[in-house]
């Protein structure tokens, strides 16, 4: 599957370059395909994808656009507005002013499933709050976790805000978690892309992107798909979390109050834990994931062993 | 309107169907001295002939190496045939204008053998319904799989961004060199080229997606 998808970009790669005017380096891809006759059934691929897929755009203009969008597109490109991308980004800031909205908000331990309109529903987790609007496809996380299982529909992408950042699905489902330095958010079906139209980062399936909001920088990493929203089922994974994040998702999830050490550094942890052990005895944290573990009079304070 | 990427008409079972012989040792050269077909321009013409003369090892090579097999040598001279007869403008780069003109063959060839699978698949559906006299269940099915089609390329560039669907709009469909395109949008060659590998490859993603489907 890994190589497959390399084996798909690099095809896409040569597309790219042949498919201009300009290219000349017909040895060089001459060469490539030689190396392996897979390369000619990727490349075959790629290029009838890809002019099937220009062919069938122009019968449909763009979702949530009644004005011309292929004529207007580059008018608006070369004007250098870079605005948003959806249609229903535009939309969210006009929503927010009717302010049709609602918010669901859960108690530290608590879980809630949201039903959504039109389908698909979101799990917010313990210690959370999300104000949905405009028909239930614009969600803003404004505190902890939540799980979204949406129905993608093209006229009307669900989009999640988190801060100053969008997320909006190309696919459905995908977990969002607001984290001490930003967001975090791992994909298990379809793909989420974060703020398009600027940063347009494309999480897919089996990836977690985690971004830090003041720096704006971010990394993606992998996460098996079955752990994406797994504390649903009482269990979280952490992969190299700070120990502030553990410690959030730990109260968040559990009700019981757990904060960093101020002496944690910058000690980072991985390890996977089930949750009702954790409530039965939060010392069982110590081995599980090598850190300390002591109650200072008001919370369970995690720290550097 | 169905943009194509070269002028070429779309070659369908042309390997199989092409009514010449199949090239001697002086075919081309033949061609070549009769170049009398009065519908290209003999000077745009033999600069190409005479390149594609200079080259043919090498586009033969590419077309096997393209997949071609045994029909290489019968693609080639298709491309021997587009140039000898074709009306062609002057060309910049005339080997370059052979390459493409090879690739497209294939391109196309791969296509159309597609399509021909695609058709024997719907009509194997068609007939396992034992619906008999709807015979135009194939064509509706085909015209909502098509606007379906549309539909998911749409949101596939969309979930890019504005910019990459845009981009792809403008090279792909509307057929703007990737150098006036960068221009356009006032960004490097090289962010065209990396926003159009990312299209391309969540295209051919999504072709997958739909044929497993």
Redesign the interface.
């Known amino acids: 599957m890994a190589r497959d998808r390399a084996l ?2 690099e ?3 040569w ?10 380096d ?2 060089g ?2 060469a490539w ?2 190396r392996d ?1 897979a390369n ?21 203009p ?2 949530g656009n009644d004005d011309g969008q ?1 004529a207007t ?2 008018r608006r ?2 004007g ?1 507005a870079l ?4 249609a229903g980004l535009a939309a969210f800031g006009a929503w927010q002013m009717r302010g049709g909205s609602h918010a669901v908000e859960t108690a530290p331990g608590e879980m809630q499933v949201i039903a959504l309109d039109g389908g698909g529903e979101i799990t917010l987790a313990g210690g959370s709050r999300i104000v949905l609007g405009r028909g239930d496809r614009v969600a803003s996380l404004e505190r902890g976790q939540a799980l979204f299982s949406v129905e ?1 529909d ?1 006229d009307a ?1 669900f989009t999640v805000k988190v801060g100053e950042d969008t997320l ?1 699905d ?1 696919g459905t489902v995908f977990d969002v978690a607001r984290t001490s330095e930003g967001l975090r958010v791992a994909v298990s079906e379809g ?1 989420v ?1 974060l703020n ?3 940063v ?1 980062a ?1 999480i897919s399936p089996g990836e977690v992107l985690s971004l830090n909001a003041a720096t704006g920088r971010f990394e993606i990493g992998t996460v098996a798909l079955d752990q994406v929203g797994e504390w649903r089922e009482g269990r979280l994974t952490f992969q190299d979390a700070s120990l502030e994040d553990v410690a959030a998702d730990l109260s968040r999830a559990t009700g019981t109050a757990f904060v960093a050490s101020p002496r944690a550094g910058g000690q980072r942890v991985s390890g996977s834990i089930a949750l009702d052990g954790v409530q039965r005895d939060p010392r069982t944290l110590g081995a599980l994931l090598g850190i300390t573990v002591r109650h200072n009079g008001t919370a369970w304070e995690i720290g550097a062993r | 309107m169905r943009p194509s990427l070269a002028a070429a008409p779309t070659p369908v079972g042309a390997a199989a169907t092409l009514p010449l012989p199949k090239p001697a040792a002086d075919f081309y050269s033949g061609r070549r001295k009769g170049s009398g077909t009065g519908l290209a321009d003999s000077s745009f013409s033999a600069g190409l002939e005479a390149a594609f003369l200079a080259n043919r090892d090498r586009l033969l090579r590419f077309l096997l190496a393209r997949g071609a097999g045994d029909a290489a040598e019968d693609l080639l001279q298709e491309v021997w045939l587009k140039i000898a007869t074709g009306r062609t403008g002057p060309v910049a780069s005339p080997v370059s204008y052979l390459f493409r003109i090879a690739d497209t063959l294939m391109i196309d060839r791969y296509r159309s053998q597609r399509q021909a699978e695609r058709r024997e698949r719907e009509w194997g559906r068609v007939n396992d319904g034992a619906t008999p006299g709807v015979s135009d269940a194939p064509s509706v099915e085909r015209h909502i799989m098509g606007r379906q089609h549309a539909r998911l390329v749409s949101e596939t560039l969309a979930g890019l961004g504005e910019r990459p669907a845009a981009i792809f709009r403008r090279h792909r469909v509307d057929q703007v060199p990737q150098r006036q395109v960068a221009e356009e949008f006032g960004v490097s060659l090289s962010t065209v080229e990396s926003d159009l590998r990312r299209a391309y490859a969540a295209l051919a993603a999504l072709r997958e997606r739909i044929d497993e489907a």
């Open positions: 798909m970009d095809a896409a790669a597309a790219v370059r042949t498919g201009d005017p300009a290219f000349d017909w040895d891809f001459t395909l030689e006759p000619a059934q990727a490349y075959d691929t790629v290029m009838a994808a890809v002019g099937e897929a220009a062919e069938a755009l122009p019968q449909v763009e979702a292929a597109t580059r490109w070369i250098g605005t948003l991308a959806l993608h093209s992408p909006v190309v793909a892309v398009p139209g600027v347009d494309r």
